[in-house]
């Protein structure tokens, strides 16, 4: 029910609040091999999680739990002449195959609109945010214990190679859709050699 997502969405963005220690450590793991494999500042400036950040992204996770449930939405009707009503109704994806990269507040925005939206979904980050990705499933998994609402249903993927990823773009039949998310080239790869469904989204646009 819209009620019960809400909750859970809540009770993630506590978690997420109440864990901030826990997230900050498994984070400066992260930041620190970046470091040692001579990442730029920019590329560290997006993976890193400072307490004010993650309190940013709970209050994401609140953001899309006040927004109206768009399952069941009716968002065109019409009638036909010989009486039939046909009626364009919103409903679940199914399991959503997220593939993205540096950004682990990606991690969390992703599944916060997968439940919102009734779906589960699959995330697979990169792996220079590995650990941090790693941690904030898990809370988000935990959160969800005794709702009524599976934990399966955000998953993290932790093979992080280019076999993996190819194995998750051939998943038809197990994966409804899969969401790339990160520049032209990821997006390029998975458009063209996925055969599951794809929504392709665009690399977008950074302005100094």
Same mark, same amino acid.
């Given at each position: 029910? =819209? ?12 978690? *997420? ?13 992260? $930041? ?7 990442? %730029? ?5 997006? #993976? ?15 953001? &899309? ?13 019409? /009638? ?10 919103? /409903?679940? *994806? ?7 990269? =540096?950004?682990?507040? $990606? ?14 979904? #699959?995330?697979?980050? %990169? %792996?220079?945010?590995? %650990? ?14 005794? *709702? ?5 249903? $955000? ?21 409804? &859709? ?7 080239? *990821?997006?390029?790869?998975? $458009?063209?050699?996925?055969? /599951? ?10 302005? #100094?």
């Amino acid at each position: 029910s =819209a009620e019960a997502k809400n909750d859970a969405l809540m009770r993630i963005a506590d978690a *997420l609040i109440a864990h901030t220690d826990e997230i900050a450590e498994a984070n400066r793991a992260d $930041v620190l091999r970046a470091r040692e494999a001579g990442t %730029s500042d920019a590329m560290i400036d997006r #993976l890193t999680l400072s307490p004010e950040r993650i309190l940013s992204v709970a209050e994401g996770v609140r953001s &899309v739990a006040l927004l109206d449930d768009p399952v069941g939405e009716t968002v065109e009707k019409t /009638v036909r002449p010989n009486g039939m009503t046909i009626e364009k109704v919103r /409903v679940p *994806l199914g399991v959503i195959g997220m593939i993205y990269e =540096a950004r682990p507040n $990606v991690t969390v925005d992703s599944a916060a609109l997968a439940l919102k939206s009734g779906n589960a979904i #699959l995330l697979r980050g %990169s %792996s220079s945010a590995l %650990s941090s990705n790693e941690k904030l499933v898990q809370i988000m998994r935990d959160a969800l214990d005794g *709702l009524g609402i599976d934990a399966n249903a $955000v998953c993290l993927i932790d093979d992080t190679s280019r076999r993996g990823t190819t194995e998750l773009m051939g998943m038809r039949g197990l994966v409804d &859709v899969l969401i790339p998310r990160g520049g032209k080239g *990821l997006i390029r790869s998975v $458009v063209e050699n996925a055969s /599951v469904p794809v929504i392709e989204t665009g690399a977008g646009n950074c302005h #100094l």
